[in-house]
Every structure is written in C-alpha cells, then in structure tokens.
C-alpha cells in the first residue's frame, strides 16, 4: 500500500454518546497500518475521527460500533480485499446506509478487481457513491492531498434522498458505458441511447395506465438485464421479490398501475412539467434494492449491529427506514417480520398506517410474530389496538402470545383496555371455579 508513517501521531476521538463525529473509520483489523496512517492524516487535518483500535468484540463492542455509525457525519470506508470480506465491516455498511450517511469508500483497489469479491448488496450501494480511489504510483502526499479535499466536498455536500440516486457506475470503465451490444441491454445509461424517455413510456406508452405484472417483469429484463448481472442478481426470483418490495406490491398482486409507477419514480410528487429521465426507473430500483438488502444485513439474527440499531432507531433520520420496516413486515423469514416489527416501535412513528400493519401481524401464523406485534403494540401505546389485543388474550393459543397481549393491554392503559380485561378476567375466573367444582365433585 505504500504506506509512511511520517505524520505526528494524534489520539482519536474518545467514543460518547453524545460525541458528534465527523468521521467514523470502518476497516478491517488486517489493514491496521493503512488505517492507523489515514487516521493520522484525518486527524491532522483538523477531522474528529471515531475508530475502534481497542476492542475486541462483546456487547460493548458492538453498542460502540453502532452508535458511532448513527452518530458520525461521514461513513469512512477502507475498502480492500479483506473489508469486502469482512461480516462487520459490511453490517457497518449496511447501517450507514439505511442511516442516511454520507459513505465514502477509500481504496487502493480497481474497483472491478475487487467487485467479484463483494456481495450483491455490498456492490449495490457502492455503486450509488463517490469513491476516493488512490493510485499506488503516485506519493504518499499527493494522494493524501485528494482524500482531504474528497473529506470536505462531502462535509459541506448536501445529502437528500434524491442526490445519493447519481450513477457513478464505479463497476463500469468508460468504455464499457458506451460500447455494449444493444442485444445485452436495451438501455445501459450509454450517451449514445436512442432511448431518451422513460421505462414506462418507452414500454407501454402514455396511454396506458395499468399493465399486467408479467409483462413489467419481463420489460425490466429485457432492459436491465446486464446491469442487473453485474450487481449479481442473477437469480429470476430475485428480480421479481426485489420488485414487489420496490413497488410494494401485496404477495397476489398481478398488476402494476401507472400511479404506482410514478409514486415510486418521484417519491416526493411529479409535477406536470417534470420529466422522467431515461435512466430514472433503473436508479430508483437500485436504490430501492440497496435499502431492502441493507435492512436485510442489519436486521437479521446474525448482525453484529442489530441491536444497537433497534435501539437508536429514533436517531435514524431517513424516511424510508419505517417504509422499508413497514415492508419487511410481509418477508417470507417470520424472524425478519418479528424484528421489523419491534423495530417499528422504536421508530417513534406510530400513524395510523403504521399500528395498522402491525395489529395484522396479531394474526400471523408464527407465534414469534404475533408475539412481538404485542409488544409493539404496547410500545405504540395505541388505543385503536385495545380490541384486536383484547381478541389476542381470549382466543390466542400460546400463553406467551396471550401475557404479551396482557403487558401491552397495561401499557396502553386507558378505561375501555382496563374495562375489556376485567371482562375477561372475571369469565376466566368463573372457568377456574367451574373446572375446581367439578374436579371435587368427581
């Protein structure tokens, strides 16, 4: 890597809660040397910098971890081939992305070399970001010059929901952008596309307004089907999952309508003189799958950064965190539905929308999931749940599911929860005696 070592060596940041960073370090521990000389220079130049040089894992390691990732400014990513392979380091990844972070990978590396290496996910949301990628040619000074001025134009940039959606097309050289057989790919963001509308118009046209499932899935194939390789979803039934997710279609949908359609193209309204460019159904998905597969890394049984994310779930100031959570809630995993569940609550969102889709879960057939919906319930602190929690105490069949039902009923507190449990409660006392007398009397 070409490493020196002759900058004055500063102490970093020292992790609080309410410490703001300006930059959190994710490495992996076999590239120490690299990280403890960027660190050096980040710290010279006048950055605070969070980095975990000391701990070695447990609880505390990973509370720290992932309220350093929530917390920092800039999510600082030392890509090499040991990171890419890295569990943490792409939970880490995965975090900074469902938490809005403005994520800057730093590398050695020819992007393309180390891309094989990289899950679907990982490629999908370093695809949609600026690199800072250093020549091994040049000094050590010249390239620590770029990755300073890389560190403030992304401070002082402006990071909305829609400028992360750029294609910088990392994976893609120059010359493979614009020099693909049109039998590959219809439409591959080449500046020499015919296609100068969007998906929809060029597919269906404007007149139509819903068009059945098959034939969309079977348009975005034809179209993307190259790009989408290269992110390695080269299974069919992942196309298909990953666009209900997008469109967030119900399990028996057959169709896609045209208001869908635009609702998931200009997610903050399209006003009539705004056009669709060429490109923006593809970026769209792929920034919708990149937050399906981030949440899918942070939420599942073996994150290294699931709990502390549950519980900071309030400070993650992105929109699409409870629509994606909202979602997650149909995932065929019942463990994935349990913990999109509790997550939910902790959200702080509680509309009406949102009690609504977990009071459904009160019904699933795991009984983990209802289970949680109980909690999450009580959590909520939802007067409209008291009805559908009151069912669940009578007629559930697990008694876990049923005291968690009870838990939730006091949480939530008011006449009408306290008034329908005492109904129950005086009938299942009534039950006990009838079932003692007979008992005596036989």
């Given at each position: 890597?070409?490493?020196?070592?002759?900058?004055?060596?500063?102490?970093?940041?020292?992790?609080?809660?309410?410490?703001?960073?300006?930059?959190?370090?994710?490495?992996?521990?076999?590239?120490?040397?690299?990280?403890?000389?960027?660190?050096?220079?980040?710290?010279?130049?006048?950055?605070?910098?969070?980095?975990?040089?000391?701990?070695?894992?447990?609880?505390?390691?990973?509370?720290?971890?992932?309220?350093?990732?929530?917390?920092?400014?800039?999510?600082?990513?030392?890509?090499?081939?040991?990171?890419?392979?890295?569990?943490?380091?792409?939970?880490?990844?995965?975090?900074?992305?469902?938490?809005?972070?403005?994520?800057?990978?730093?590398?050695?590396?020819?992007?393309?070399?180390?891309?094989?290496?990289?899950?679907?996910?990982?490629?999908?949301?370093?695809?949609?970001?600026?690199?800072?990628?250093?020549?091994?040619?040049?000094?050590?000074?010249?390239?620590?010059?770029?990755?300073?001025?890389?560190?403030?134009?992304?401070?002082?940039?402006?990071?909305?929901?829609?400028?992360?959606?750029?294609?910088?097309?990392?994976?893609?050289?120059?010359?493979?952008?614009?020099?693909?057989?049109?039998?590959?790919?219809?439409?591959?963001?080449?500046?020499?596309s015919l296609h100068l509308v969007g998906f929809w118009t060029r597919n269906f046209g404007d007149s139509e307004k819903?068009?059945?499932?098959?034939?969309?899935?079977?348009?975005?194939?034809?179209?993307?089907?190259?790009?989408?390789?290269?992110?390695?979803?080269?299974?069919?039934?992942?196309?298909?999952?990953?666009?209900?997710?997008?469109?967030?279609?119900?399990?028996?949908?057959?169709?896609?309508?045209?208001?869908?359609?635009?609702?998931?193209?200009?997610?903050?309204?399209?006003?009539?003189?705004?056009?669709?460019?060429?490109?923006?159904?593809?970026?769209?998905?792929?920034?919708?799958?990149?937050?399906?597969?981030?949440?899918?890394?942070?939420?599942?049984?073996?994150?290294?950064?699931?709990?502390?994310?549950?519980?900071?779930?309030?400070?993650?100031?992105?929109?699409?965190?409870?629509?994606?959570?909202?979602?997650?809630?149909?995932?065929?995993?019942?463990?994935?539905?349990?913990?999109?569940?509790?997550?939910?609550?902790?959200?702080?969102?509680?509309?009406?929308?949102?009690?609504?889709?977990?009071?459904?879960?009160?019904?699933?057939?795991?009984?983990?999931?209802?289970?949680?919906?109980?909690?999450?319930?009580?959590?909520?602190?939802?007067?409209?749940?008291?009805?559908?929690?009151?069912?669940?105490?009578?007629?559930?069949?697990?008694?876990?599911?049923?005291?968690?039902?009870?838990?939730?009923?006091?949480?939530?507190?008011?006449?009408?929860?306290?008034?329908?449990?005492?109904?129950?409660?005086?009938?299942?006392?009534?039950?006990?005696?009838?079932?003692?007398?007979?008992?005596?009397?036989?």
């Open positions: 890597y070409y490493i020196t070592n002759n900058l004055s060596s500063k102490m970093t940041v020292p992790f609080t809660d309410s410490t703001k960073f300006n930059v959190m370090i994710s490495y992996s521990h076999q590239d120490s040397e690299l990280m403890l000389r960027i660190r050096d220079l980040l710290t010279a130049n006048g950055f605070d910098v969070w980095v975990d040089t000391k701990l070695k894992g447990g609880s505390n390691f990973f509370k720290n971890i992932g309220s350093a990732v929530i917390g920092c400014d800039i999510f600082f990513y030392i890509l090499t081939e040991h990171s890419v392979a890295s569990k943490f380091c792409q939970d880490e990844v995965s975090l900074a992305r469902i938490s809005n972070k403005k994520i800057l990978p730093v590398t050695y590396c020819d992007p393309k070399d180390v891309a094989p290496e990289m899950d679907a996910g990982l490629r999908l949301i370093l695809s949609c970001v600026q690199w800072i990628c250093l020549d091994p040619k040049l000094d050590d000074e010249e390239n620590d010059r770029q990755i300073v001025q890389s560190l403030n134009e992304t401070l002082q940039s402006d990071l909305s929901d829609d400028s992360r959606l750029a294609n910088y097309d990392i994976f893609f050289s120059e010359e493979e952008s614009v020099s693909f057989p049109r039998s590959k790919s219809k439409f591959l963001r080449r500046t020499n819903r068009v059945e499932l098959k034939k969309v899935l079977a348009r975005i194939e034809a179209d993307y089907t190259y790009d989408y390789s290269r992110l390695q979803f080269e299974e069919a039934w992942a196309l298909k999952a990953l666009t209900f997710w997008c469109f967030d279609l119900e399990r028996s949908a057959t169709s896609i309508t045209r208001e869908q359609y635009d609702q998931f193209v200009f997610p903050n309204g399209k006003s009539e003189e705004q056009r669709e460019m060429p490109d923006s159904f593809w970026v769209r998905c792929k920034d919708g799958f990149s937050v399906r597969l981030s949440m899918q890394e942070v939420f599942n049984a073996q994150s290294s950064v699931r709990y502390d994310s549950i519980q900071n779930l309030r400070q993650i100031k992105n929109k699409r965190v409870v629509v994606a959570l909202c979602k997650l809630l149909r995932d065929h995993d019942p463990n994935i539905r349990a913990v999109a569940c509790i997550s939910l609550s902790y959200t702080g969102n509680s509309s009406p929308a949102t009690i609504d889709k977990v009071s459904k879960l009160l019904k699933d057939v795991d009984r983990l999931v209802r289970e949680s919906a109980c909690v999450a319930l009580g959590k909520f602190q939802s007067p409209g749940s008291v009805t559908a929690l009151l069912d669940t105490w009578r007629n559930d069949m697990i008694s876990d599911v049923r005291s968690a039902a009870v838990k939730a009923l006091n949480i939530i507190g008011t006449p009408e929860a306290a008034e329908g449990m005492k109904i129950v409660k005086t009938l299942q006392d009534e039950i006990n005696k009838l079932g003692i007398v007979e008992k005596e009397s036989s």
